[in-house]
């Protein structure tokens, strides 16, 4: 649909300038609602005078818009001062434009349709199947005569067929036909996988974990560790705080509280004097 343009400057210009102010905004509303009327019907500016009372356009407005030079009286009514210079839509322009629209669409939908369809340079055909015709005349098998099908031969094809013990005793070592191999089901490839949970409430020390930890971390403090322990992994949210082998991760984590037992005894050997460490070498 065409549009009915106004320019950035239309305020500033000399004949707007030229309308009362106190009329200004009224007359301009009719300039711009009779344009658009004209760019919608094709008319190239012309304002039949039946139009102004369609459009419930002030009498008092029309004649200021001709008194300033915006519009021109006609005998049918009224015309847009230079329409077509103003780069407002012409009805010769804009039917051009369609119809070259309507063109360009119509060479499209058939460029798309011509892409799906049998060229003369690539045929496409369904295959042909050359089978054995009985010539009802001699009563005998022929083969089709077609210049560019393939000669079939008559020899049977024979499948074969389970052993059977009518003829003789079955053959041991004779590997079983496909057809008789039991059907093996296909093996479970799905990893199933153990939802993690989250620290027991309450974590209980069983007699089997305190005597693992009095072998294999005789010098931790178990009660107080795991203590620790079970607050460090109830302060940690989301999936970082599931576990699924508890009794695991409490092994784990008296292993890190001997490893840190140890760290400390051995900062504090190494802070004492090189005498001290010596003698007590020495008595050791």
């Not at 210009?13 to 301009?28: A, D, F, G, T």
């Not at 059907?183 to 949970?197: I, N, Y």
């Not at 020390?205 to 079970?230: C, L, S, Y």
């Not at 008296?254 to 005498?275: E, K, Q, T």
Request: net charge neutral; hydrophobic share 30%.
């Amino acid at each position: 649909m065409p549009y009915f343009l106004v320019d950035d400057n239309f305020r500033e210009h000399p004949k707007v300038l030229r309308i009362p102010r106190r009329q200004r905004e009224s007359v301009c509303g009719t300039w711009v609602l009779a344009g658009n009327w004209s760019a919608a019907k094709l008319t190239d500016g012309e304002i039949p005078d039946y139009i102004v009372e369609e459009l419930g356009l002030s009498r008092r407005n029309v004649e200021t818009l001709v008194s300033v030079g915006l519009w021109e009286e006609t005998e049918q009514g009224y015309r847009f001062h230079q329409w077509a210079e103003n780069g407002q839509p012409v009805r010769e322009v804009v039917e051009q434009k369609r119809e070259d629209n309507r063109e360009r669409q119509r060479r499209s939908r058939g460029n798309r349709r011509s892409e799906g369809s049998v060229t003369r340079d690539n045929p496409v055909t369904p295959p042909v199947t050359h089978a054995l015709v009985t010539n009802p005349r001699h009563g005998d098998e022929s083969v089709s005569h077609n210049p560019h099908s393939t000669p079939l031969h008559s020899t049977p094809i024979t499948t074969p067929q389970p052993p059977s013990d009518e003829g003789g005793e079955i053959d041991p070592f004779e590997p079983d036909p496909p057809s008789l191999l039991p059907v093996q089901p296909a093996p479970d490839r799905t990893v199933k996988r153990t939802r993690g949970t989250r620290v027991p409430e309450p974590f209980v020390i069983t007699p089997e974990m305190r005597a693992w930890a009095a072998e294999k971390v005789p010098g931790v403090d178990v009660d107080q560790a795991t203590e620790q322990f079970v607050d460090f992994w109830r302060g940690l949210g989301g999936t970082r705080g599931c576990k699924v082998d508890w009794v695991g991760t409490w092994r784990n984590g008296m292993r890190y509280a001997a490893d840190r037992l140890s760290a400390r005894r051995a900062a504090v050997v190494g802070a004492r004097p090189a005498a001290v460490r010596q003698f007590r070498g020495f008595q050791e």
